[in-house]
Nanobody
């Protein structure tokens, strides 16, 4: 069982930045559970959860949804066993609960990971105008 713990959420004004962290309970580089990708999702109020960024943990290759491409950066620190989401130029529509998720089988469409196996508990991001 892989555990994921998000942190770094908070409240910022439009145009601000935040960095979210997703700490994993096992090594990203060796992954005894055979995790091959970790992704960030978000769920705005009264809206379905959507994938926004995915990283293939064996290679570090990132993929992004169009809504965040150019503003958000997903990265990993193998020493810290943590995946980050650096967010710049935040907009009110970026408001929501942000989750990280992990998968063994990585099917990614437009930066969105499908059917992850493990989920974190989420962290709230609020962007005010």
């Amino acid at each position: 069982q892989v555990q994921l713990v998000e942190s770094g959420g908070g409240s910022v004004q439009t145009g601000g930045s935040l960095r979210l962290s997703c700490a994993t309970s096992e090594s990203i580089s060796t992954s005894p559970s055979s995790i091959n990708c970790i992704a960030w999702f978000r769920q705005p109020p009264e809206t379905e959860r959507e994938g926004i960024a995915t990283i293939f943990t064996r290679t570090g290759r990132p993929l992004y949804a169009a809504s965040v491409k150019g503003r958000f950066t997903i990265s990993q620190d193998n020493t810290a066993n943590t995946v980050y989401l650096q967010m710049h130029s935040l907009k009110p529509e970026d408001t929501g609960v942000y989750y990280c998720a992990a998968a063994k089988q990585c099917q990614v469409f437009d930066g969105r990971l499908t059917d992850p196996t493990y989920w974190g508990q989420g962290t709230q991001v609020t962007v005010s105008s």
